[in-house]
């Protein structure tokens, strides 16, 4: 079992920047893939971005350009670095371990909201 612990988010202002942080209870040194999700109000939720075990990362087309996936393996932690946010990056962002083909674990989720 793995837990999941999101940080992050709050209130941005369009164009503007912010961080989240998703802090694993255990060693994500060989895990396969970590990501991000999110779910706007009324929508399914969708990927945001992953990073593999190789360092290999994907980004929603939405995203690419504005947001930044990386890891710390020393600290179990995967972050988000979100800039030039919008009004439709509102949402509630989740953090997602796959810990092995069809083993994946979330976090409780942390709300960004983007005001115009």
């Known amino acids: 079992q793995v837990q999941l612990v999101e940080s992050g988010g709050g209130l941005v202002q369009a164009g503007g920047s912010t961080r989240l942080s998703c802090a694993a209870s255990r060693s994500i040194f060989s895990i396969n893939a970590m990501g991000w999700y999110r779910q706007a109000p009324g929508k399914q939720r969708e990927l945001v971005a992953t990073?593999?075990?190789?360092?290999?990362?994907n980004y929603a087309d939405s995203v690419k350009g504005r947001f930044t996936i990386s890891r710390d393996i020393l600290k179990n932690t995967v972050y988000l670095q979100m800039s030039s946010l919008k009004p439709e990056d509102t949402g509630v962002y989740y953090c997602?371990?796959?810990?092995?083909?069809?083993?994946?674990?979330w976090g409780q989720g942390t709300q960004v909201t983007v005001s115009s």
């Open positions: 997602n371990a796959n810990w092995a083909p069809g083993v994946n674990y």
């Open positions: 990073v593999t075990s190789r360092s290999s990362t």
